[in-house]
């Protein structure tokens, strides 16, 4: 069980789920036997692509713009995201009739950018190497009046994500199984959050394992030295999504005692993944949500004769990036 200390607990996560449950889509476990026998192992697929919005990001999102009061509404939101918890934000404002204001690199996904904008939220656009995209959402917050929305570092926003932990391990529960590794991408590590409090409350030896594009590895840096760690990288990686530097304090207080370890993946393996998943398993994944996949296929993570669930964090992905990887 998660210890009482924690800002997120099993029972936060049971009401985001009442909360989430009328307008999120409940995902399935998907198992192929073409990547069982591939890596000799069980393997479940939590296909989070094909949640609305086409990442997890909707479900914390809608949680916590679920409980902002009614009075406080009519300012609207504000938000910073490269682009998933953008549109997570911007549809849950969408239904409940507030406005969004989204702040985004200018390098985010066009697709990503466009998709915001058709959710009807306002989008700033900024650049991530010279400006500070959280002082730039907090001075139009105060200048507005409007609920700023973090995409992490946030217990509502870790609890609705904590909501796809809930549902592998009802899942799993279902199928009479115990899962012996639980695989998540991070980049501020809200979704790994969220899945390992609600997955090691039900099956407390499993082995929750964070995945990271390779030299973008600051939760794996963390984990190896019991605190918050930037990495060091320089450039860019295609998981987008994946960018941050540091951990969230509120998420690594979570995953600093829950997660077993990290590990991660280069851009050419993740490629490779994709491209397998649409080829073998005819699934769209976005670079960053197939980071965990690509660990597995690469063979970074120990699965052999076990049973692993792997989360595929999102499907939003630009055509002609996706284009090449597949050819």
Not at 18 to 35: G, I, K, M, Q
Not at 243 to 266: D, Q
Not at 306 to 314: A, M
Request: glycine residues 8%; hydrophobic residues 45%; neutral net charge.
């Amino acid at each position: 069980m998660t210890e009482p200390s924690l800002s997120v607990s099993p029972a936060d996560i049971e009401a985001a789920a009442r909360t989430v449950a009328p307008f999120a889509v409940r995902t399935p476990l998907l198992s192929f036997p073409v990547l069982n026998s591939r890596v000799g192992a069980t393997v479940f697929l939590k296909p989070e692509m094909l949640q609305r919005t086409g990442s997890f990001k909707f479900r914390g999102a809608f949680n916590k713009l679920s409980s902002i009061p009614q009075a406080a509404r009519r300012g609207g939101v504000v938000a910073f995201s490269s682009g998933n918890h953008a549109q997570g934000v911007a549809a849950a404002a969408q239904i409940l009739n507030m406005q969004a204001t989204i702040v985004m690199p200018k390098d985010a996904p066009l697709s990503k950018r466009e998709r915001t904008k058709a959710y009807g939220a306002e989008v700033v656009l900024y650049d991530r190497d010279r400006e500070d995209r959280e002082a730039i959402s907090r001075d139009i917050a105060t200048r507005r009046g409007a609920t700023l929305v973090k995409p992490y570092d946030d217990p509502l926003v870790i609890a609705g994500q904590g909501t796809a932990g809930r549902e592998i391990a009802e899942d799993m529960a279902a199928l009479r199984l115990a899962p012996d590794i639980v695989v998540a991408p991070a980049s501020g590590g809200g979704l790994i959050a969220g899945v390992a409090t609600a997955v090691k409350a039900r099956f407390p030896q499993a082995s929750v394992i964070v995945a990271e594009p390779e030299a973008f590895d600051d939760h794996s840096r963390s984990l190896r030295a019991g605190q918050r760690e930037p990495h060091h990288a320089e450039g860019r990686t295609i998981c987008d999504a994946l960018m941050a530097t540091i951990p969230g304090e509120l998420t690594f207080a979570i995953n600093g005692k829950l997660l077993s370890h990290g590990v991660t993946a280069t851009d050419t393996e993740v490629g490779a993944a994709v491209a397998f998943a649409f080829r073998e398993l005819k699934l769209v994944v976005e670079p960053g949500g197939a980071v965990g996949l690509a660990a597995l296929l690469a063979g970074r993570i120990d699965a052999e004769g076990k049973t692993v669930v792997i989360v595929l964090s999102g499907g939003n992905v630009d055509a002609d990036l996706y284009a090449k990887l597949i050819a």
